[in-house]
Protein backbone atom coordinates (compact mmCIF):
# COMPACT_ATOMS: atom_id res chain seq x y z
CA UNK A 1 0.00 0.00 0.00
CA UNK A 2 1.59 3.47 -0.64
CA UNK A 3 1.05 7.00 0.90
CA UNK A 4 0.96 5.22 4.53
CA UNK A 5 -2.37 3.24 3.71
CA UNK A 6 -0.64 0.59 5.49
CA UNK A 7 -1.27 2.52 8.51
CA UNK A 8 -4.73 2.92 8.38
CA UNK A 9 -5.61 -0.58 7.31
CA UNK A 10 -7.01 -2.14 10.38
CA UNK A 11 -10.06 0.82 10.22
CA UNK A 12 -10.81 0.14 6.83
CA UNK A 13 -12.01 -3.71 7.56
CA UNK A 14 -15.48 -3.12 9.63
CA UNK A 15 -17.90 -5.61 10.87
CA UNK A 16 -21.09 -5.95 11.99
CA UNK A 17 -19.70 -8.07 15.32
CA UNK A 18 -17.58 -4.79 16.12
CA UNK A 19 -20.70 -2.59 16.62
CA UNK A 20 -22.83 -5.55 18.35
CA UNK A 21 -19.91 -5.73 20.87
CA UNK A 22 -19.87 -2.02 21.71
CA UNK A 23 -23.91 -2.45 21.88
CA UNK A 24 -23.25 -5.69 24.39
CA UNK A 25 -20.40 -3.54 26.06
CA UNK A 26 -22.61 -0.67 27.00
CA UNK A 27 -25.73 -2.99 28.21
CA UNK A 28 -23.56 -4.79 30.25
CA UNK A 29 -23.07 -4.38 34.20
CA UNK A 30 -19.31 -3.21 33.31
CA UNK A 31 -20.57 -0.01 31.72
CA UNK A 32 -22.67 0.92 34.78
CA UNK A 33 -20.59 4.07 35.27
CA UNK A 34 -20.52 5.30 31.65
CA UNK A 35 -23.04 7.98 30.62
CA UNK A 36 -23.54 11.20 28.23
CA UNK A 37 -20.47 9.59 26.38
CA UNK A 38 -20.12 9.04 22.50
CA UNK A 39 -18.47 5.81 21.79
CA UNK A 40 -16.76 5.59 17.97
CA UNK A 41 -16.46 2.20 16.82
CA UNK A 42 -14.19 2.89 13.69
CA UNK A 43 -11.28 1.08 14.51
CA UNK A 44 -9.51 4.45 15.13
CA UNK A 45 -9.98 6.06 12.22
CA UNK A 46 -10.98 8.74 13.45
CA UNK A 47 -7.64 9.38 15.61
CA UNK A 48 -5.86 8.92 12.96
CA UNK A 49 -7.65 12.05 11.31
CA UNK A 50 -8.40 14.59 14.28
CA UNK A 51 -5.31 16.49 14.26
CA UNK A 52 -4.23 15.28 10.30
CA UNK A 53 -1.93 18.42 9.21
CA UNK A 54 -2.26 20.70 12.25
CA UNK A 55 1.30 20.52 13.55
CA UNK A 56 2.05 20.62 17.41
CA UNK A 57 -1.01 19.29 19.43
CA UNK A 58 -2.28 22.37 21.85
CA UNK A 59 -0.72 20.44 24.70
CA UNK A 60 2.74 20.77 23.29
CA UNK A 61 2.40 24.36 22.07
CA UNK A 62 4.19 27.46 24.15
Known sequence: MRNGA???A?????HPEDIAAAVCF???DHARYISGQTL???GGSSVHTQNHG???SAA???
Open 54 to 56: RGR
Open 26 to 28: LAS
Open 40 to 42: RVD
Open 6 to 8: ARY
Open 10 to 14: HALSR
Open 60 to 62: GSE
